[in-house]
C-alpha cells in the first residue's frame, strides 16, 4: 500500500470548535434534560430550527452588531443563494412564528430549544466558534410577567443544577419612543469625548452609540463611568414596565443587579435586558488572559440574596462602581425584543427570551466538582468464553434489556482472566459465566462474588431468578 502523507493539522478541530468527550458529554446531556423538563412544566414547547438560515435575515436586524458585522458565518452555496451558520435562535424563531401563523395560536407561544450556534469570535476560555444554548422564546406578551418567566425558567435551572450562587444584571433599554432621546444623549456626551475613544468605538459613535456601553477597551470602560443612563430617559411606560420586572424578581427572591449600563451584542432589544453571572462560592481557577464581556462591576457591589428594595415611581438608586471589575463571562442572557417582528413582517409582536450558554456551565460544573449526575454501577457482569459463549451472550444480554435490568459486560475480550479482572474492577454483586459447555447445555454459573458462592441453572430461568432475587432485596 503507497504510504500517505497526513498532515498533523487534520487531526485537529477547526479553531475554536471542540469535540464533547463521553465524560464532558454525559453534563451536557444532562443539562439538557434537566431544562428541558422544567421548562416543560412551566408550558414551554420544543422547537427545531435549521442550523442554516438566510443571511438576508439577520442583517436587517443587526446591520452594525459585531455578532452580524463580523461574527457571522455566511456563504454563497452553489445555487447561488447566500446562507448562514445561525448565530443565535431568536430571529430564527420569529421567523419560524411569523412562516407558521403561530400568531394565529393562543398567545403566548412558548418555545424552547437547545443546539448549537456559531460565531467567527476570537477563541478564548469560555467563548468558542461553535457553542451550545439552551434557549426561552415567550411570543405574543407584552406583559411584565413573560420577563420574569424567562428568568425564573432560567435561574432555576441553574439552581437545580447545582448552580444556585448566580446574580442576574438587569436593566431597560427604553422603547421607540424614548430610546432616540436616550440615544441623543449618549451621542453628545461621547462625541465631547471622542479622542479617547478605540477605533471601533469612533465608528460605533456613527452606527450604534449604545454599544460603546459594551465595549471591552479598558479606557472606553473607563468613559463608560459617567456616560447617562437610560432609565433616566425611560418614558412612563418603560418605567413601569421595568418596576413590575423586578417587583416579579422580589416576589420570586430571584438575587439582582440594576446595571443601568447594561446593553447587548444583538440589536433587536426593547426594555428589559440582562445577564446571568456565576459568583462561585470558592473563585475558580483564574483563565490566564481573561476572557472579556460587558461588565464594569465591583463584585462587592453585586447585591445578591436578599433582593433589592421595591422601588418607588423615582428611578432605582444606582449602585456606581469605582473601578473595573475581575471580568466574567455571562452564563446566560437575554431580554426583550417587542420590535423584532417588524423588522421581518409587517406584524407587531411582542416577545421576551433567553438563553443559558452550556459550555459556561459545564464548564463551572466540572471546575467546581460539581456532581449533578448520580453514578450508577451496573450489579451483574455478564463473562462469556469461546465462540458459542459470545454468540449466546448476545441473546441473553438482549434478555436482560427487555427486562431493564442493567447488565456489564466485556464481549471483545477473550480470556477469563481479563474478564475476572474487569469485574472485579466494578465490584458487582454477580458474575454470569457462559462458556462453551453452558452454551451447549443451555445453562449458566451465577457466582455470588462477596460469598463466592456459585450455581447453575437454566438460561430460560435466569431472568426469573434475578427477579426473584429483586423482590427479596438481595440484589
Ligand atoms: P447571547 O448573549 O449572545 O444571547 O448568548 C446567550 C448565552 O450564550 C450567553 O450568555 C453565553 O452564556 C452563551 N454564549 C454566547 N456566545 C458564546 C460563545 N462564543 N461561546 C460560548 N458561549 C457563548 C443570544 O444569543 C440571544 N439569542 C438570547 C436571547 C433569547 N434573547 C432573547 N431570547
Known sequence: MPKIKIKKELLHTPKGTRDILSDEAKNWEFIET?????????????????????????TPVGEFTDIVEKQMYSFRTRGGDHLSLRPEGTI??????????????????MLYYSGSFFRHESPQRGRFREFGQFGLEMIGEEDAIADAIVIRVMTLILEELGLGQFTVHINTLGDQECRPIYRK????????????????????LKTNPLRLLDCVEEKCIELKKDAPQMIEY????????FREVFEFLDKLQIPYFLDHHLVRGLDYYTRTVFEIFYNPPVPLEEPKKAPIINTDLEEESVKTFPPQEVPTEEPPPMIVPERAAPLKLAIGSGGRYDQLSGTLSPKKIAGVGGALGIDRLVEIIIKSKI??????????????????????????LEEFRKAKMSVASALAKDSLKNQLRITNNLKVQYALILGQKEAIDGTIIVRDMASGAQETIDQSKLIDYFKKLKKNKKY
Do not use: W
Not at 414547547?45 to 435575515?57: A, D, G, M, S
Not at 430564527?92 to 403566548?108: E, F, K
Not at 465631547?192 to 475613544?197: I, M, P, S, T, W
Not at 425611560?234 to 414596565?241: G, I, L, T
Open 185 to 204: 444623549e449618549l451621542l453628545n456626551y461621547y462625541r465631547r469625548k471622542v479622542n479617547y475613544l478605540c477605533k471601533d468605538c469612533k465608528k460605533r
Open 92 to 109: 430564527p424563531i420569529m421567523r419560524s412564528y411569523l412562516q407558521h401563523g403561530m400568531n394565529a395560536l393562543p398567545q403566548p407561544v
Open 234 to 241: 425611560a418614558c412612563d411606560a418603560c418605567r413601569k414596565h
Open 371 to 396: 456532581q449533578i449526575i448520580k453514578e450508577t454501577h451496573p450489579k451483574i457482569f455478564l463473562i462469556q468464553l469461546g465462540p458459542q459463549g459470545k454468540q449466546q451472550s448476545l441473546v441473553l
Open 34 to 58: 434537566k431544562a428541558k423538563e422544567i421548562a416543560s412544566y412551566y408550558g414551554f414547547r420544543q422547537i427545531r430550527t435549521p442550523h442554516l438560515e438566510k443571511t438576508e435575515l439577520f
